[in-house]
């Protein structure tokens, strides 16, 4: 009952103010003589002589007297009315005071504590909406200024305020009904109700903290983890000129077409970072795999035919699969990462053929100069490695499952050897198979489990 005495009250003052405002007074001020002087026939007249002002005689009122005395008398009429509503209003809220008291008298129970906890709740994540609300409308203020997206997507957030205000006033109206229905009945259900929310709201908390532990575990331990099945790695410690790894593969080199994939984790990446290398003493860069911050370059027959792809290695010790694939017919050089093709370039070194009788490297390349291939530094020399790598140009970090073909791998077959969980170790190339070719680490570069 005393919800419908609010509104009529503040109706009524509405209606009076509203009375006051559209008031006008209309006065007629007569200012004229109220007595008559009559000059009877045959009576001599007086000089005519100024006569002085009788006492009840008004004098004459200008304009600005009379306009001044409406308003007198109409603001006199306005306090009246002013104060007719004052008293009016006072009235209608001390009954509405008792009205309240007697129903938080009646209702203050259980059902009074789970309105009040209801209603802190929302006004909790009233104010959370309001701060989340605010701040998008200063970005967009600093950032879409005048920009007619910006107002729009301010439109938006104000419409999901909106929106949220009337969810939570039909919550509070559904509780609100259930405590009025039958307060003695349902108070302790919604006292109950609102404590299984509470517990609920603690077990997603321990839920997510649980959540953020396990995805920390988890992420160590794929650190540690060796992908793809492999059980075997090359550990490359530092960068250095003589830490490398030589390869004999198992088909000669003479190639019209290929395909060359592995992982790698590097530990840090320079301007230039060899993965994969073979070079021969006429022409050193016959086919590279190389890393350069987040790219990955692929080269064929020089660096004149290069292929790239950006922001595709991932720091942190994350491992990477890379693969580069070449056909001499048109010319076709792709590079992949992860699965996915991230370049694709026609006309690299079409026609020509891979020279058999090079040196093929892991982690470094074979420069003009020639290289040196002691291990441990002994002093001892591989065939046109006579002078030494560039320490810049080193890898260090982690190399597993590296496998080379004498064809182009299929999108398939590039999407299984890039599976983290599958088996791609298993899957070996015919000219370098991981596990099978004979690699030699040196200088420092050896293999773990």
Known sequence: MFLWRLPQAA???SVCVSL????????????????FNEITEGEPLEP????????????DMTKWDKLFSMLENSQMRENMLLQFSDDIIKVELGSLRGEMLRFVAQYGGACGVAVETAGRRMS???EARLRESMEHLRQDRSTDAGNSAGNSHQEKLLQQLLTAVRTQAIQFIKLENICL????????????????????VAVVTELAKTRAVLELALKSAQQRHLPAGCETALLFPMRSRRIFSSVTPDLPLSLSSFTVCLWAKPVSVSNRTVLFSYGTKRNPYEIQLLLSGTRALFTVGGEAHLVEARGVVKGGGVWTHLCGAWSSEQGIASL???????????GVAEGHMLPDGGSLQLGQEKNDGGVSGGSGGSGSQMPGFEGGFDAKLAFAGKMTGVNMWDRVLTEEEISQLALQDGEGCEQRGNVVGWGLTEIV???????IN
């Open 11 to 13: 109706c009524l003052v």
């Open 20 to 35: 006051t405002l559209g008031y006008e007074d209309d006065i007629e001020v007569n200012y004229g003589d109220s007595y």
């Open 48 to 59: 005519t002589a100024t006569p002085a002002p009788g006492p009840c005689k008004a004098t």
């Open 124 to 126: 909790m994540q009233m």
């Open 181 to 200: 229905s039958n307060p003695e009945a349902k108070g302790e259900n919604l006292q109950q109700e609102v404590a299984s929310a509470e517990m609920l």
């Open 336 to 346: 992949w990462a992860d699965g996915h093709r991230v370049a694709y370039t026609p």
């Open 441 to 447: 680490p040196h200088g420092g570069a050896q293999f």
